[in-house]
């Protein structure tokens, strides 16, 4: 477990746009506070200024946005953590204290069940209830648990803030050097559309699964009952169901954990146990991007930063584009959040000071920054986040701030980044004004004014410019509606604005229609029918010791005899290339110490 501890002594960073949940202490101050929080590791916005984050880390910005509640005395404990079991323990012995913790659903789940967590006052939170997407936060709050203390029904809506969310896929190379050579890409884009690619003999030894039980016990669940998904999904698509039956009818098989499922799924993973590279924790984003891999079961916010590696020139010598699956019968969406832990002696400040940091990081604001730095995608909307996505993602972006005559090496403060756009027409490029095609609004001082520049009519960087109905956009570029992530949280921008331009959402579809399979921004933000057929993983509760010995017992049979020899193979190549390099070394040591002599 990793700790660091930050305090007041440092510069100050004002935070703009931040909502304000509590009245301001009027100078007053309320002595020495300590609030003590428990994350996953690089799971919060930090600096880094050699690669371009030059803002204090979110930690310290919110001790100076603590000041303005009289909290001019804060430190921050910060800890670390690798698993939620890990997370569990700590706090169901008593051995570590937080205010709190960022476990998974799941752990969520486990910890309300035990009496472990204490309630959240939402009124407290006004930015979570302002700007946490209203479709996401209902699939967490729609898990319950029965508490075993109090023998009663609780939900996590009471107790739980969405911190990060996504999907657990499949990430592939569609052109990797390993494949069989009678396989083309197009033959791969069409077999990610189905778990059962990862069974698939003709991809064998070029796969790799977490070494994770519920990640691949998911993905063996969705293999097991592959056929009663199907035809679930058949009746869905026919009309016979509506979406609520659907996902409700999905998350029960996706949740089967009784003794024959158990042994079933067992089955189907020694016989993905014969098809596979290995197991891996975290080293299987890199292993598909360095080629050792062609396909990997990923969680979407390592499969972005792989895509985004893969296409690196600085990070690989020869860029190549991976891409990101979501099988068409059904995919594991998670939830990362912020619970507070049962704590005694816990002060009443201490209680406010844990509120104040929960309304801080769901600032869109700040969100946009964590989302920017961590790469997973925020359970926060508002009109920063989308901001973030449109220029991350939208075409329209690169369209309008294209201009030829921009040198970024240029030694000149006074360049006008933004002076000109450039419309598609058919053919040919029309020039005209930045002012021509946007209505310029309050400005928005989020932005940093040394990368955006100043407008040629005088108006300055980070003002609100809308899309132009004349830009024109071609004719491949798919529609992305993603009003389903930002309804009813947006200030500045209206209907039209959730509306997006991409060439990340891929035409490779299923028969009917239904797209599985895209790029960093299908992988962010996938499409509604995506969702619908994601489903919540839950605890297993007294079947949870069932899926481990499972799961024991799986990691405990051998490997397939070609995956030993492949390792031994590579532990034979690393230890001759280090006794190689020693003497090699010592080699021209002597030849150095024998010129030297001969030299004297």
């Known amino acids: 477990m990793k700790r660091r501890v930050t305090s007041l002594s440092l510069s100050l960073l004002l935070i703009l746009g931040v909502s304000l949940p509590l009245s301001s202490c009027g100078g007053s101050t309320k002595g020495e506070q300590t609030l003590r929080l428990l994350n996953w590791e690089d799971y919060i916005y930090e600096q880094d200024i050699s690669s371009g984050y030059t803002a204090e880390d979110l930690i310290d910005q919110f001790i100076e946005y603590a000041k303005g509640y009289g909290y001019d005395n804060v430190s921050v404990i910060y800890d670390t953590t690798d698993t939620n079991e890990t997370m569990y323990n700590e706090l169901a012995t008593g051995k570590s204290e937080y205010d709190l913790i960022c476990p998974s659903d799941y752990m969520m789940q486990r910890m309300l069940a035990a009496d472990l967590l204490e309630p959240l006052d939402m009124d407290k939170i006004p930015n979570y209830q302002n700007y946490a997407s209203a479709r996401i936060k209902n699939q967490l709050d729609s898990i319950t648990a029965y508490n075993t203390v109090t023998e009663t029904t609780e939900s996590l809506a009471d107790y739980a803030v969405g911190y990060m969310w996504g999907t657990l896929g499949i990430l592939f190379n569609p052109e990797f ?151 068409l019968n059904g995919v594991n969406i998670w939830f990362d959040g912020w619970v507070m832990p049962k704590l005694e002696g816990r002060s009443d400040a201490q209680v406010e000071l844990a509120h104040l940091f929960l309304n801080f990081i769901s600032d869109p604001v700040n969100a946009a920054q964590n989302m920017d730095y961590i790469g997973y995608t925020s359970f926060i909307a508002g009109d920063a986040i989308l901001e973030l996505v449109r220029d991350w993602y939208d075409i329209r972006t690169d369209l309008i701030y294209l201009n030829e ?176 390099y020693y003497a090699h070394r010592r080699h021209n040591e002597k030849v150095r110490e024998r010129n030297k002599n001969a030299a004297g």
């Not at 033959?187 to 069974?199: A, G, I, K, R, Y």
């Not at 003709?202 to 592959?226: N, Q």
């Not at 005209?432 to 001082?445: A, I, K, R």
């Open 177 to 327: 050097k390993g494949y069989s050579d009678d396989i083309k890409a197009e033959e791969v884009f069409s077999d990610m559309q189905s778990w059962s690619v990862l069974w698939d003999e003709k991809y064998k030894g070029t796969i790799s699964i977490k070494d994770s039980m519920r990640d691949t016990y998911a993905a063996g669940l969705m293999y097991t009952f592959d056929e009663e998904l199907s035809e679930l999904r058949e009746e869905y698509e026919n009309g016979d169901i509506d979406a609520s039956s659907y996902n409700s009818a999905l998350t029960e098989i996706f949740n089967r954990c009784d003794e024959d499922s158990i042994d079933l799924v067992y089955e189907s993973l020694n016989e993905l146990k014969k098809n596979i590279f290995g197991l891996e924790v975290d080293s299987g984003k890199q292993d598909i991007v360095t080629g050792k891999i062609g396909i990997n079961l990923a969680w979407s916010g390592d499969a972005v930063y792989s895509i985004d590696q893969a296409e690196d020139p600085e990070e690989v010598s020869n860029p190549f584009d991976l891409y990101y699956a979501v099988p």
């Open 405 to 580: 005559d921009f040198d970024e090496d240029e030694d000149d403060e006074e360049y006008e980044y933004y002076d000109y756009v450039y419309y598609l027409d058919g053919s040919e490029e029309i020039e005209v004004d930045y002012s021509d095609c946007h209505f310029m609004e309050e400005s928005d001082p989020s932005f940093n004014p040394a990368l955006y520049g100043v407008f040629e009519d005088g108006t300055k960087a980070g003002q609100i410019g809308r899309y132009n109905e004349r830009l024109i956009i071609p004719d491949d570029i798919e529609e992305v509606d993603l009003s389903y992530f930002f309804n009813g949280t947006l200030e500045e921008y209206g209907e039209e604005d959730m509306i997006f331009y991409s060439d990340e959402y891929l035409p490779f579809e299923s028969e009917e229609g239904n797209i599985c399979v895209g790029r960093q921004f299908f992988t962010q933000y996938p499409n509604e029918e995506v969702i619908t057929r994601g489903a919540v993983m839950w605890d297993y509760g007294e079947n949870n010791d069932l899926v481990l010995k499972m799961w024991e017992n799986f990691k405990s049979d051998p490997l397939p005899v070609w995956a030993i020899v492949v390792f031994v193979i590579e532990i034979v190549v690393i230890v001759g290339a280090v006794i190689y």
